[in-house]
Every structure is written in C-alpha cells, then in structure tokens.
C-alpha cells in the first residue's frame, strides 16, 4: 500500500459541534420486521419456562424513559442463544407490529456490519454508498425515535469485551421506551457493563436439569418418550449427566444417535467413558474439570470416524476451524482456491504445506467432493449449511471450532493451516477491485470477519477505515509469520513490512516508519532493480517518511525521481504517477512555492476526477491539497467553498471520524479562522480535537495539529490565558515526541 500525502493547514482552528441526531423520513417502512437467523434457532428446544418467564417479566415491568434491558450470560454451549432466539420468536408471534432483529456481536467488524445492515431491513434513506457508520447513525436514530411509533426487540447475540465498549460508545439507543434490549455473553464482567445498575435482569444460565435434558436428547434424536427399545431411562440420565446437561453436547449426542451411525444411547455411552482426554479445554466460568472432559470426549466419536473415512470432510474441518464460526461464506474459499489454482506451484509459500494446500484446492475445484465434504459434517453435526440470500454459508458452533482445531491438527502444523487459510482468503481479497472504494467494503468487510486470524488484504482494508492502531497490531503478526516461513527477502514478506510501514506513518510513528521503509526499498532496489512499480512505491513512502519529519528537500528530491520514472514508465495518467506528483505538491506546499504546487495539484485533481471519479479517496484529498494552496494565499472564499465539498463528501462516504474527514473539517476550520469567523472555527477544532484524542490518542501529530489551530482560534478572540496554555502544553509533546528541530516544534517556540 501506498501512502497518499493528505495535507493538513495549520494555520487555524477546527471544528466542534456535538454530533447530531439525523431526522429520518419514513417514506416506506415495512409493515413488520422479524429478522432472525432461523438456521440456528433449534426445532427442539424444550423446557427453559422459567427463564422464559424471567425474561418477559423484566421486560413488562421496566418503567425507565431507556429501552429496556436484559442480559443472559454463562458459558459456552450453555443455550444463551437458543433461549434468546426463542424469547424473540414467541414475543413476535405473540405481536406481529413489534420490530424484531438479531445482530452478532461477536467481534467489531461483526457488530458494525450486522447494526448498519438494519437501516437497510427498515428501509431508511440512503444507498449503497453510505459506510457502515452512517447507517449505524441512522439505525441508531430509528430506534430512539418515539415518533416512528413501533415497539422493537433488539438482540446483542455473543457480546465480548471489546464489543461492548463500542457499544456503550457508538452504538446502543439511549432514549425510547418502546424498545427492549436483550444481550447474551459469557461472563458476568461483560453482563455487568451491559446493564443498568439496579433495574436490568442478569440472568445466569445454568445447564438445564435431567429431565429437560433428557427431552433435548429424545427430541433431537427423535426417539418417542414411551420407547424403550433404544435406551432406558436410566441410560439417558446417565448419558446426559455425563455431559453435564450441556445443550450443545446434548444436541451432538442427539444426532450421533438419530443418523448413519447405528448407535444405541448404551453404546454411545460406552465410547464416551472410553475416550482419551489430551488437554482439557478451559472456560472463564469455572466448569468443573469433569465437565470440560466430558464436552471433549463427546466429539471424539464422531471425530474418529471422520478422520478413519472422510479424508475430504477432515480436510473441510480444518480450514474450517481457523475461520469465523458464524458466517463462513462458500464462495470465498472456492473463490481463493480457483485464484491459486491458475498459479505455479512453486509460488506455494510454505513447502511442507504444499501437499496440504493441493488437497485443499482439489476439494474447492470439485463441486461433487465438496458438496460430499458439506454433507459428511452436516450428519455429524458439526456445522450448519444454509442459504442466505444467493450467498452458501457454514456456520459452526465456537466451542465445536475450538475443539476441531486442537484434535484434528497437531500442534505442530497448526501454524501450517493457519498459513494455508490465510493464503486461500488473500487470493480472495485481490478478486476485490478497489479496495480503497467505499462501495466494496461491504465485500472486504464480509473477507475479513472470514478470518479469525491477521491477514495482509483484512489489515488493508481495516486501515481505509482508520482504525489505524488495529490494522498495525494485524499487519505485524502477518509480517513476522511471513519472514519466519518465507525470509525476509521473499516479495510477500517485503509487501507486508510496506503496509505495516504505511500504518506507522498514518499513526505518526515516524522514525520507525522510515526503518522499515529503508530496509524494504534497499532489498527490492537490489533484488527487483530500481525502476520496479514495487521499488517505486517503497520510494514514495520513504519520501512520505521524511516529508512528515519536516526534511523537505529530501523529500522532494526522491519523489521527483519517482514521478519522472512513473511518468516513463506507466503514464502520466496511470494512478501510481497521480499518486506521485500529489505527494510532490505536498512537498511544495511545505516549501511554501505555492503557485507550483497549485499548477501541479490542479493537473492531479482534473485527471483523477476524470479517471477515478470525484468521491475516490485520492481525488478527495487532491482537492483537499488544492484548497490549501489557495489558503495559503488569501484566497479564503475559494478555499472555503472547496474545504466544504471535500468535507460533506467524506461525511457521506468515510463517516465523521475517518481520519481523513478529519483534516478536511480542520482545514474548513482554518478558513474560517483567516475570514476572522473565530468563532465556527473554535466550534469545529474542538469537535475535530474530541475525536481525534480519543481516536488517535493526544501525542498523535494530527491532534496536536488540532490543538494548536484551537489555540489560534483562542488567540482571534483576546483569550490569551486559554491559547497560551494549550499551545504550552503543544510545544512540550512535540519537543518529546517529534523534537525540538521538527518544523511543527519551532513553530510553536517562535509563537510563544
């Protein structure tokens, strides 16, 4: 990846509004929704009545102006979803004019994708180039709006941590007591964080008693309650107990018995006192160790048989177990492995997996082994095969994925499968087109919650978004994964130390940008020559590097050097050489040539309008250069009216806290700043300061930026005490962080 030099005036303040409600006009709302994933909602769900009733009297008597809210919560497999589900099911049969949703939130990425999707289910304005951040604003104002005038149920399937900070946060209604909120998760921290103190039911699951569990079982396996040719009822407390009553091992034991294995509950009972237990899987909830045995051993019979017959099933298992549990689309396996299979093998990149990543590509290639494969793990119940729309997904329960990863692969190749999975989903990220377009992050999103695990193309498109400090953490374990598998000189390895050296530099971390950014454009100088488009690009991060250390001079010498070779070499108008003479014009804005750089960025923005279209990123941030170079002199009207389409783009298409909108709403607040409009423009550094301390920290250079141009607004307006302080508190980050000799550094020195 390459870094695009966004410029950012520093000469005044930015923006500071609260964040709006939007109002929504409802032209076509459905007459109803129930949108709940019925190919997990089990047919034989019995008893739970008692929690059932726990539930819905929590709900009827709430007497806040909040949604109300309750929290189920307990281990793994313990049934948290299913009695969800079965709430939501009988309170919508009960009244059809209640909006019902389920959402995952099982991961951010999950979170974001699945709120986002109800503006879509409710019909709210807007389309497909709305980011899933709008249409989390506008889900999120439909469910506070009194005025829509529909009662709703919405589920919070599988709350972590870290999904329930963003949703504190981001994405959880805070007014309309119509609605109910019902969390499942597994711990009692998470189910805390999710409540309100003293008004919200915290339900601790428990697996359900004998006699439930016993029902499970003969309902699942369809054995009639008077039979006792297949089982006693002995025996079948006695199977359940030993299970723990857990309803996921319950539901195994079910469909062990009911299909192709010719099994009696005795001698299914027999197996599971038999089995071997290596490792015992360990729970936050503190299951006894008998238990955690127990849930083992219940797989393990399936397990052998299909690892003694079904080498295509086995094979189907493993690439499984290292993707996301709840939504593993089809298509995009079958998509990577066709990718891989029109390349030489010798392009493989770990040989001792060879022989399993042929396997695998000569399963996807086969549309009658895999359809086997698919089938042979239904009947054992280990996944589920469902139609979503046009779109084939598997989903396979989380603890049944744990399981298969730590029997079916050794320890020792499990780095291997890792590898080979994170190959297969790659080749299908490239298949993507633009992945800097908004329009296909829907289809980068769906590629990346494909993965459990970090991979090159999912690092990419999670820095697009900005989410700058998790793309870093991704794209440095697959870097070292890489260079411990390939070497260092391997073009895959290099490509990762490029884009990780590209999030360095989007996060401020300058110096260790520039190291890495040396090291890379050395090895491919050498091993690919200097003219190459891989060596090109390592040449213009470097200058990027040292344009953002205040080493102007050197910059522009390197990034001239490029855009001459792109020129030669690709055109003037291919988008790598746009690319350079844009970052060229940031080195003549830094210079002060202003009249060059207008010259030159006007040229970019023309030429990526026309190529690219005016909402691509790229374009945006030429148009974002060209503002600035009529600011920079006196021509504030024409800045102002650039600044402002720039902004209200980025707004629609980034969302207000891509960082990117970020720098155009302070680059608005500096034109307002230099008409004199002091106050717009404290109003809008402070909105742009909030974010950006929050988002990007206080020492990243863009929010000193912010805080530097919020004190000249302070300054515009005789509050010399208030800019003094702030710009106090700037020179000292900065003489820590960038250095007493960095341009921004003196700059503050000499205003003070």
């Known amino acids: 990846m390459e870094v695009r030099s966004s410029w950012e005036t520093t000469l005044t303040p930015a923006a500071g509004r609260s964040a709006s409600i939007p109002v929504l006009v409802y032209h076509r709302l459905p007459a109803s929704v129930c949108e709940l994933p019925d190919s997990i909602l089990s047919p034989h769900f019995t008893g739970r009545g008692n929690e059932l009733q726990q539930i819905d009297r929590a709900f009827s008597a709430w007497s806040d102006d909040l949604p109300a809210r309750c929290v189920i919560y307990g281990m793994p497999g313990v049934g948290k979803t299913q009695l969800a589900l079965q709430y939501a099911s009988l309170a919508s049969k009960r009244s059809q004019d209640t909006y019902t949703f389920w959402v995952s939130a099982g991961s951010v990425e ?63 209604p805070r007014r309309n007591n119509r609605g109910r909120l019902l969390f499942t998760t597994r711990t009692n921290m998470i189910a805390e964080s999710c409540t309100i103190p003293g008004k919200s039911l915290m339900l601790a699951l428990q697996p359900p008693g004998n006699d439930d569990a016993v029902a499970m079982l003969l309902a699942g396996a369809e054995i009639d309650r008077g039979s006792t040719e297949k089982a006693s009822h002995a025996d079948l407390e006695c199977l359940v107990r030993s299970v723990g009553n857990l309803p996921l091992a319950v539901d195994q034991a079910a469909s062990y018995v009911k299909g192709g294995y010719e099994s009696s509950i005795k001698e299914l009972l027999n197996l599971y006192r038999s089995a071997k237990i290596m490792e015992v899987l360990m729970w936050e909830n503190d299951l006894s160790c008998h238990e955690e045995k127990s849930v083992v051993a219940m797989f393990m019979p399936a397990l052998e048989r299909i690892s003694q017959t079904a080498p295509d099933a086995l094979t189907l298992l493993r690439i499984l177990s290292f993707c996301d549990p709840e939504h593993i689309p089809i298509s ?43 089938q042979e793990i239904q009947r054992a119940s280990f996944a589920v095969h469902t139609l979503e729309g046009s779109e084939r997904v598997i989903r396979i329960h989380d603890l049944v994925q744990l399981v298969l990863r730590s029997k079916l692969i050794a320890a020792a190749a499990r780095e291997q499968w890792l590898e080979i999975v994170i190959r297969i989903v790659c080749k299908a990220f490239e298949g993507v087109g633009d992945r800097r377009s908004p329009r296909n992050w829907s289809r980068c999103g769906l590629r990346n919650a494909t993965l459990l695990d970090a991979s090159m193309w999912a690092a990419i498109y999670i820095g697009e978004c900005g989410l700058y400090q998790k793309a870093a953490g991704m794209q440095k374990q697959t870097w070292e994964r890489k260079q411990a598998i390939l070497g260092e000189e391997h073009p895959d390895t290099l490509g990762s130390m490029g884009h990780l050296a590209s999030t360095y530099l989007n996060q401020g971390r300058w110096k260790e940008a520039e190291e890495l950014t040396v090291r890379v454009t050395e090895i491919r100088k050498r091993v690919l020559g200097e003219e190459h488009p891989d060596t090109l690009i390592s040449m213009s991060n470097l200058a990027s590097t040292y344009l953002n250390q205040g080493r102007w001079k050197e910059a522009e010498e390197l990034e001239v050097k490029v855009t001459e070779i792109r020129k030669r070499v690709l055109g003037e108008e291919h988008p790598d050489t746009l690319i350079s003479m844009s970052n060229l014009a940031s080195t003549y804005l830094n210079q002060g040539r202003w009249k060059e750089a207008e010259e030159l960025v006007v040229r970019v923005m023309e030429t990526m309008k026309r190529v690219l279209g005016e909402e691509h990123p790229d374009t945006l941030i030429s148009m974002g250069k060209l503002a600035s170079t009529y600011l920079n002199q006196g021509r504030w009207k024409e800045a102002e009216e650039l600044d402002v389409r720039v902004t209200e783009i980025r707004k629609r298409v980034l969302g207000e806290e891509h960082p990117d909108t970020l720098i155009s709403m302070s680059n608005l607040a500096s034109a307002y700043g230099n008409q004199g409009r002091w106050k717009e423009a404290e109003e809008l550094d402070v909105r742009v300061t909030e974010i950006r301390k929050r988002v990007l920290s206080e020492e990243h250079p863009d929010t000193l930026i912010s805080m530097s141009n919020l004190a000249s607004a302070y300054w515009g307006q005789g509050r010399w005490k208030e800019a003094e302080e702030l710009d106090v508190r700037v020179t000292e980050i900065r003489k820590r962080v960038l250095g007493e000799e960095h341009p921004d550094t003196l700059n503050n020195m000499i205003s003070l």
């Open 332 to 374: 995009i396996l079958k998509q990577g492995c066709g990718a891989l299979y029109q390349e030489e093998r010798s392009d493989i990149p770990a040989a001792s997996a060879v022989n399993e990543l042929g396997a695998v590509i000569d399963l996807f290639q086969s549309p009658v082994r895999l359809s086997k494969a698919i």
């Open 110 to 172: 999950k979170l974001t994708r699945d709120f986002s999707r109800l503006a879509d289910l409710l019909r709210l304005p807007g389309g497909y180039a709305l980011d899933q951040f709008t249409k989390s604003t506008l889900a999120r104002a439909w469910l506070e709006d009194l005025s829509a005038g529909k009662e709703w149920l919405l589920i919070l399937d599988n709350v972590t941590q870290e999904t329930a900070r963003m949703m504190l946060d981001d994405i959880l």
